[in-house]
């Protein structure tokens, strides 16, 4: 919210507002775990060979997991098959976000320089297909190699089948995020055979303890592996008999947060804007679509309770998930005792509402809005869960905003990640998440050593299962979907909502969160909204709306 000139009393309590430490467990927004398999990648950074394959087509999936996969060998069905690409796979590829939505051609970079610059291609193309063009011949048998369309310099030599040893000495120099693109273009054009083929390449690549796109890499190929068996929603639901116990998901989520700040950047950007908006309130109703565990409103009642002139009156609605009932262990009545006994230590007048439903079953009637109170709403990582008119008629997600712009609220917080996954078809989704997930890898990476086992167990939590779910589903079962800042904004006009933009005092306590990170975090303010990114890559935004 804009302030033309800020009271000390006010600049004051933000100050004292974020300098605490945090005392309540917070979990952030990604979905719990599956098992990963740890290639044991040594100092060369490729793992040990592992062989791979798809048996049991219509019963069995390969899941990566903490030794060395049984009953799973390259792929050795025999089947003719060609390369279609009329280009080679592996070219260079620019790293920016692979755009297909014309609302955000500026929206998801800073600048023209590449994403994060983790990878290089180490030699060129011509290796890398004639590696592959080996590797297709041993497998799959001489009619494999029938490839009209194939240009490439070396076609029609006479091809030596490699020795283990020439193997392990060419893979390393194959560039990864390549492998990967090219996989997911033979998966894209169900060319089988070249898929299987790649796979077994890239099993010798990734590693959930290796350099940020090997990890990426194995939770990208677990997706890819889902996708091609056709058993993408088959492999989310069934993760779920992995899930670690609540208070196991509680930790690693703690560990995610305390690595990396994007949670931080939500909290902290919705608390301030929320203070401003309701400085001279008395009543004041907060709706909280992603109230997880509540620990972010427990600063924010902290300082409400010192205000000049006494403390307002506050009830928070937590709107919650099932997600967050595991972590927790236990119903929303946990988070309203905790934060009512709070409350109580503060002098501040307190209720709590429980709405224990989905977003998608949220009606008027659930939230409870009473006449006198100011209304702040709050959507922190959570309305890309909603599906839109591209997977129901119902449109969830345009539904919602329209309820919540009839409560006429004083203001409402968006924080959601920058990335195009929504609308966008197979392969250029997965580019996309390629991309922008490189980016929070290695923002993670410079957190924890490599080996952490913690850090290790946090990304395999609260990571994979969301990489997997893009990749691997579709329709309704694919949950995640993000859209960029351009597309919420155009929803939002069309929902009657008006920007707001931030104040100074936004920006000014952003800063000072990312003091304690790698410099290589980036903040801008643009287009009225806060972008926080890794480098070149904006990764989420967070933006105020009356």
């Not at 999936?61 to 098959?81: E, F, H, K, M, R």
């Not at 297909?129 to 006479?158: N, Y």
């Not at 988070?335 to 007048?349: D, I, M, Q, T």
């Not at 839109?388 to 006429?408: I, M, Q």
Request: a negative charge; aromatic letters at 8%; one cysteine or more.
């Amino acid at each position: 919210m804009q302030t033309s000139q800020e009271h000390q009393s006010t600049s004051d309590g933000i100050h004292r507002l974020y300098h605490q430490p945090m005392q309540q467990q917070v979990e952030p927004y990604f979905f719990p775990s599956f098992q990963i398999l740890n290639n044991g990648c040594p100092d060369n950074g490729i793992s040990q060979a592992t062989q791979v394959s798809f048996q049991s087509y219509n019963e069995h999936y390969c899941t990566l997991d903490s030794s060395p996969a049984t009953g799973c060998v390259i792929y050795d069905t025999p089947s003719a098959g060609s390369i279609s690409s009329s280009r080679t796979p592996f070219s260079p590829q620019n790293s920016q976000s692979y755009l297909s939505d014309p609302h955000q051609s500026s929206d998801n970079i800073y600048g023209s320089s590449p994403v994060s610059g983790s990878s290089s291609v180490v030699d060129d193309g011509n290796e890398l297909w004639h590696t592959l063009r080996v590797m297709k011949i041993q497998l799959l048998g001489p009619e494999s190699d029938i490839d009209d369309s194939c240009s490439c310099s070396f076609k029609g030599a006479v091809d030596q089948p490699y020795s283990s040893n020439q193997m392990m000495q060419i893979i390393p120099r194959l560039d990864l995020t390549q492998v990967l693109i090219s996989c997911a273009e033979a998966v894209s054009n169900d060319d089988e055979p070249t898929a299987r083929c790649l796979m077994g390449v890239l099993e010798q690549m990734v590693s959930v303890s290796g350099e940020p796109i090997q990890r990426l890499g194995a939770y990208m190929l677990e997706g890819l592996r889902a996708r091609l068996l056709s058993s993408g929603s088959l492999i989310y639901k069934k993760l779920k008999c992995n899930e670690p116990t609540g208070s196991e998901l509680m930790s690693y989520m703690q560990v995610l947060y305390q690595m990396c700040p994007y949670y931080k950047f939500a909290y902290n950007s919705a608390n301030v804007v929320i203070w401003e908006a309701m400085e001279i309130e008395s009543r004041i109703h907060i709706i909280d679509f992603q109230i997880a565990q509540g620990s972010q409103w427990v600063s924010l009642i902290e300082i409400l309770g010192k205000r000049p002139g006494g403390p307002p009156h506050i009830r928070i609605t937590g709107v919650d998930d099932s997600q967050s009932v595991h972590a927790r262990g236990g119903g929303l009545d946990l988070v309203g005792k905790r934060l009512s006994k709070f409350a109580e230590s503060c002098g501040v007048p307190f209720e709590f509402h429980s709405a224990a439903i989905s977003g998608c079953e949220v009606e008027l009637e659930n939230l409870q809005v009473r006449h006198g109170e100011a209304l702040a709403v709050n959507f922190p990582y959570m309305l890309h869960h909603m599906p839109d008119e591209s997977v129901s008629t119902r449109n969830h997600r345009d539904r919602l905003l329209r309820l919540v712009k009839s409560l006429t609220p004083k203001v409402m917080i968006l924080v959601e990640q920058e990335s195009n996954t929504n609308t966008s078809s197979f392969f250029p989704r997965f580019r996309e998440t390629l991309d922008y997930y490189t980016a929070m890898f290695e923002s993670i990476d410079v957190a924890r050593p490599k080996n952490d086992k913690q850090r290790i167990s946090a990304e395999e939590h609260c990571v994979a299962r969301d990489i997997v779910n893009i990749i691997a589903c579709e329709g309704a079962e694919r949950v995640e979907r993000h859209e960029l800042f351009g597309k919420w904004s155009s929803r939002l006009a069309m929902a009657g909502f008006t920007q707001c933009p931030l104040s100074p005092s936004v920006t000014i306590r952003i800063k000072e969160v990312l003091k304690d990170y790698s410099k290589n975090y980036r903040l801008e303010e643009r287009d009225g909204a806060l972008h926080l990114g890794w480098k070149n890559r904006v990764l989420v935004t967070s933006s105020a709306w009356r």
